[in-house]
């Protein structure tokens, strides 16, 4: 049994297709995704994403978003979708330094909290690159 799974972002359609399981980094933790599933809505965090379509695993880092999944269709809407072949390493590791730079600036000043859940995201989308690029590059 499979699922049908599409992964969209606000450029288009990253991934639509047929597979076997997905596994979704949840605002409250990792869970995975089979056919069968019960619904179910949960925000996501940036993180990694697993999927399996015909017997191979493609994994991709996700930012922030939502998922649904309904009978055996599974939607997953978020900011940005990058899959490990893909990512740049080293654009992941400058945009890491800027944030962790505009982290330790805001914590300086009143203003600079009112951003810092914004950064913190920042830092945590390129934390996510740089971990699914060097875990499952091929």
Request: charged share 30%; with cysteine; proline share 3%.
């Amino acid at each position: 049994m499979s699922l049908e799974l599409t992964i969209v972002t606000p450029e288009g359609q990253a991934y639509h297709g047929e597979v076997e399981y997905v596994v979704l980094p949840g605002a409250e933790g990792e869970f995975g995704v089979l056919a069968g599933h019960e619904p179910f809505l949960s925000a996501l965090k940036s993180g990694p994403l697993e999927l399996s379509a015909n017997g191979k695993e493609r994994h991709a880092a996700v930012s922030r978003g939502y998922a649904e999944i309904h009978g055996d269709k599974v939607t997953v809407m978020v900011g940005a979708c990058e899959w490990a072949d893909e990512i740049d390493v080293a654009r992941a590791e400058r945009a890491r330094e800027r944030a962790l730079k505009a982290l330790q600036e805001s914590r300086a000043t009143a203003e600079g909290a009112a951003d810092y859940q914004e950064l913190q995201e920042a830092y945590s989308r390129a934390i996510s690159r740089i971990t699914v690029s060097e875990r499952f590059k091929h």
